[in-house]
Each structure stands twice: as C-alpha cells, then as structure tokens.
C-alpha cells in the first residue's frame, strides 16, 4: 500500500514539474518576442504602431501562465491530499476540487509574482515606446 502511495505522489509531482517547467518557458518566450518586436522596431523597418502587438503578446502570455500556475497550485492540493492518505490510493487526478480561492485562474493571473513580472514588462514597454516616439 505505501508503494502505491509513493507511486500515485510522483505522478502528482510529475504533473507539478511540467506546469512549472511551461510557466517558465512562457516567460522566456514573452521576453524574446518582445526584444525581437523591438529590435525590430528599432531597425527602422516597421512601423512604431507594432509596439501595440507587444502589449498584446504579453497580456495573453500572462493570461496563459496564470493557466499554469492555477492547475500547479491544484495540483499541489491534490499532493497535500494524498501525501495525509494512510490507505485507499485510488491514482485519482481530478483536481476540480480545488479549483478555488486562490487556485482560480483569475487569482493565479494576479498573482503577485505575475503582477510584477508581466507589470514591469508592460511599464519598459512603454518607457522604450515614449524614447521612440
């Protein structure tokens, strides 16, 4: 029983590692694609309107890692749930029940860390639009 335990617990934590691992890859990507818009604002080539786009992509990269963190978290309910189990290891993954308060998506996409990190990301793409204009 305890190696079922064990077993249903790395599953949780793999799916855990993935969530956390796409979160990150979503930050690297929103910050190459906005460097790459602004250099290629900066080569003169594209119109200054293109600036726009980048407040776009940051805003629905934002929403989707707030995706990530919010099935994270309920996934980290689920672990703290099976990790108290004495018996009765069903390797149940519906995390449905803990979808609330601060396991949203909505709270998870203003999350603190996302509020600076996704904020400060849109206050130097302003500060960069206004020294261009």
Request: no cysteine; aromatic share 18%; hydrophobic share 45%.
């Amino acid at each position: 029983m305890e190696e079922d335990k064990r077993k249903h617990l790395e599953f949780i934590q793999n799916v855990i590692a993935r969530m956390n691992s796409n979160s990150f890859m979503i930050k690297g990507w929103v910050v190459t694609l906005v460097s790459a818009l602004f250099a290629l604002i900066a080569s003169g080539k594209f119109e200054k309107e293109l600036f726009y786009v980048s407040y776009l992509i940051i805003i629905l990269f934002w929403i989707l890692d707030g995706y990530f963190l919010s099935k994270e978290r309920q996934y980290r309910g689920l672990y703290k749930t099976v990790a108290k189990k004495k018996n009765d290891i069903d390797f149940n993954m519906n995390v449905s029940e803990y979808n609330k308060e601060k396991n949203t998506w909505i709270s998870s996409i203003f999350s603190e860390t996302f509020r600076v990190f996704f904020g400060l990301l849109i206050i130097i793409t302003s500060i960069i639009y206004s020294f261009i204009n």
